[in-house]
């Protein structure tokens, strides 16, 4: 969805001699979304993405099959609510806004048959509430994972990813998630793949109460396993 924005983009690619080459995206523009839920005894009446900015830089190192970037994105998104008032009073209006910062560092080898990629990022949001402090949240996320093609129609991988809410929050099950993994990828042809993941997962915090009988997500099951079959077609 942050990548769906209608503005303009620029784009392009620097050759840089001996150090390899570098990609570059700009864009700015707005979001067109679905609007949040209001909260109950509340009116949405008004929701916009004044705007959304960003870019990212690719970097083609001069070391064979070794690429590096990163990127960043600003936005920023303005709610409104309409609270009833009491006994024939106005409404009163609550404004919700919530700007964003986002960034997030990126690396990938790839030498004969193995890849191996990583990533690490942050997200910062900033909600603001009429009449109440400014309250900061900061995400952070990160992977690593690697692959190996044991033959053409083989791959196996293994990966490992980290999940937290809010840094500033204690670590408790419903602020972080860690998931280990292993797949297998089988390439059938050459438009058909079918895959196998087992996961070891530890932390709630990526799960959903509704989709749970409405428990809180820190009294959900804190270690817990996926086993998930896939297939993909390419046309």
Do not use: C
């Amino acid at each position: 969805m942050l990548l769906a924005q209608t503005g303009l983009e620029a784009y392009g690619y620097f050759r840089l001699g001996p150090v390899g080459g570098l990609e570059y995206r700009l864009y700015g523009g707005t979001l067109f979304s679905n609007p949040p839920a209001a909260p109950a005894g509340t009116t949405l009446t008004n929701f916009t993405v004044p705007y959304i900015a960003g870019g990212r830089l690719m970097w083609d190192t001069p070391i064979e099959g070794l690429r590096a970037g990163g990127s960043a994105q600003m936005l920023r998104f303005d709610t409104t609510f309409s609270i009833p008032g009491a006994m024939g009073m106005p409404p009163t209006k609550l404004e919700f806004d919530l700007p964003f910062v986002l960034w997030l560092a990126s690396a990938e080898y790839t030498v004969g048959n193995l890849v191996v990629a990583a990533e690490y990022g942050r997200w910062r949001g900033d909600v603001e509430v009429t009449g109440a402090p400014t309250e900061r949240v900061v995400n952070e996320r990160y992977y690593a994972m690697a692959s190996y093609r044991v033959a053409p129609w083989f791959t196996p991988g293994i990966y490992y990813s980290s999940l937290t809410t809010d840094i500033h929050k204690p670590n408790t099950q419903d602020n972080y998630q860690r998931d280990a993994a292993a797949t297998l990828r089988f390439d059938l042809n050459a438009f058909w793949l079918f895959k196998l993941e087992g996961h070891f997962i530890s932390g709630t915090t990526d799960l959903a109460s509704n989709l749970n009988d409405g428990r809180p997500l820190i009294d959900l099951t804190r270690n817990w396993s996926l086993f998930l079959a896939k297939t993909t077609a390419y046309f």
